[in-house]
C-alpha cells in the first residue's frame, strides 16, 4: 500500500501562486507514475498534470500548460505541482495519485485525501 498526503493549499488571488507537495510512504515511490489531478464542484475529476517515474516524462492539460509544472524528488519521496498565473477556473481540490505504469486517465491505484485551491477574481 502506498500512503500519499497533499500540501500546500490554499486562498489566492487571480495571478498568484501556489507550489502543491505530496509526501509518499509505505512503497518504493520511485517505481510509480505520478499524477496530480483536479475536482471542482458539480465537475469531473480531471487530470492536471503527470510525471513518469524517473521524472523525464510529463504531461500536462492543455488548460494549464505554460503555468503549471509538475516535480518530483525520488530521494525524498516528494512530488510538487507549482501552479503559477492562477485564474479562479483553477479553484478545486487537487489531489495527488500514483499510478503502477503510466497513464493518462483518472483510475489511478493511490490517491491522496486532496488539498483545496480557492483562486479568486
Known amino acids: 500500500q502506498l500512503q500519499l498526503v497533499e500540501s500546500g493549499g490554499g486562498l489566492v488571488q487571480a495571478g498568484g501562486s501556489l507550489r502543491l507537495s505530496c509526501t509518499a510512504s509505505?512503497?518504493?515511490?520511485?517505481?510509480?507514475?505520478m499524477g496530480w489531478f483536479r475536482q471542482a464542484p458539480g465537475k469531473e475529476r480531471e487530470l492536471v498534470a503527470v510525471i513518469g517515474n524517473r521524472g523525464i516524462y510529463t504531461h500536462y492539460a492543455d488548460s494549464v500548460k505554460g503555468r503549471f509544472t509538475i516535480s518530483r524528488d525520488n530521494a525524498k519521496n516528494m512530488v510538487y505541482l507549482q501552479m503559477n498565473s492562477l485564474k479562479p477556473e483553477d479553484t478545486a481540490v487537487y489531489y495527488c495519485a500514483a499510478n503502477s505504469y503510466l497513464k493518462l486517465a483518472v483510475s489511478y491505484d493511490y490517491w491522496g485525501q486532496g488539498t483545496q485551491v480557492t483562486v479568486s477574481s
Open positions: 509505505g512503497r518504493t515511490f520511485s517505481i510509480y507514475t
